[in-house]
Structure formats: C-alpha cells, structure tokens
C-alpha cells in the first residue's frame, strides 16, 4: 500500500494547476516522478529552495527554530550536491 498525500485545497479546482513532482522513499532510496515545465534551468533552482524551505518548517512555524531546520536542511543539500 502506498501511503499518499492529498491534494493541497487551494489546488483544487484551480484550472492552471499542474503537478510537477512526486516522490517516495522505498527503503533507502528515493524514486521521483517529475515533469519538465521550465526553460531556464534556474528556475529548478528557485523551485528546489521553496521546496527546501516547505519541507523544513511543514507547520509554518517561522522563528529560530525553523531557520535552524532550513540551515540544517541547506547543509545538506551542499552535501548531496558536492558544493
């Protein structure tokens, strides 16, 4: 059984609405499923930052515990990036 996430209520309905990225954690591995919508291949990178900065603090908590967890989140993506 896949254990899946619903769709977000300010998507629904919405007539320009496009997903562009799924992702699930088998294991220790991560499989993705995405859709290739931008040009300029900095845009991936603007996305990535949002997402980054979603994931770290989920409940928008804001404050020096969520900055903490988005420095936390950025050390590793300098990890995994090599940079």
């Known amino acids: 059984m896949i254990d899946e996430l619903g769709t977000p209520a300010s998507v629904l309905g919405a007539a ?10 088998v294991g220790e591995d991560v499989s993705f499923v995405t859709r ?7 845009a991936v990178g603007i996305f990535v930052a949002d997402l980054l900065r979603h994931m770290a603090d989920p409940a928008h908590e804001g404050g020096d515990a ?18």
């Open 36 to 42: 290739d919508i931008w040009e300029d291949p900095a």
């Open 66 to 83: 969520a900055v903490e967890r988005e420095r936390r989140a950025i050390d590793g993506l300098r990890a995994e990036l090599n940079i």
């Open 16 to 25: 320009t609405a496009v997903e562009i990225v799924r992702a699930w954690i």
